[in-house]
Nanobody, 123 residues
C-alpha cells in the first residue's frame, strides 16, 4: 500500500483545512487508517483514527470536537477535516495504515506511512 497525503498549507488561527490521503491497491478497506503529526523538536503523535468500515473513530483529546476523520473506501481515501485551527496544531501531518489495527491506532503497529504534508497555523 502506498499512501499519498495532500491538502496541507498555511492558514490563520480559527481557520480550516481538509487533508486527504489517497491509497494505492485494492485492499484499502482492510486497513484501519489514521493521522499522526510531528511538530518541530517533538515526537510524532497520534491525532485521529478510523475503523476499516468507517463506523468508529478515535481522537487525541486536544483535537476532539475540532477535527473529523472520515474515509471513502470506494475512492481509497481517508480525510481529516480540521476546524478551529490553533497555532499549536502546526506540524507535518502523516497518514498511516494498519492491517491489524482497530479504530484506535494510538500506540498501535503501523504498517504503512504516507510522506507527510505541512500544516502551518499562524496566530
Amino acid at each position: 500500500v502506498q499512501l499519498q497525503a495532500s491538502g496541507g498549507g498555511l492558514v490563520q488561527a480559527g481557520g480550516s483545512l481538509r487533508l486527504s490521503c489517497a491509497a494505492s491497491g485494492r485492499t484499502f478497506s482492510s486497513y484501519a487508517m489514521g493521522w499522526f503529526r510531528q511538530a518541530p523538536g517533538k515526537e510524532r503523535e497520534f491525532v485521529a483514527s478510523i475503523s476499516m468500515g468507517g463506523s468508529t473513530t478515535y481522537y487525541l483529546d486536544s483535537v476532539r470536537g475540532r477535527f473529523i476523520i472520515s474515509r471513502d473506501n470506494a475512492k481509497n481515501t481517508v480525510y481529516l477535516q480540521m476546524n478551529s485551527l490553533k497555532p499549536e496544531d502546526t506540524a507535518v501531518y502523516y497518514c498511516a495504515a494498519s492491517l491489524r489495527g482497530s479504530y484506535n491506532l494510538n500506540g498501535a503497529r503501523i504498517d504503512y506511512w504516507g510522506q507527510g504534508t505541512q500544516v502551518t497555523v499562524s496566530s
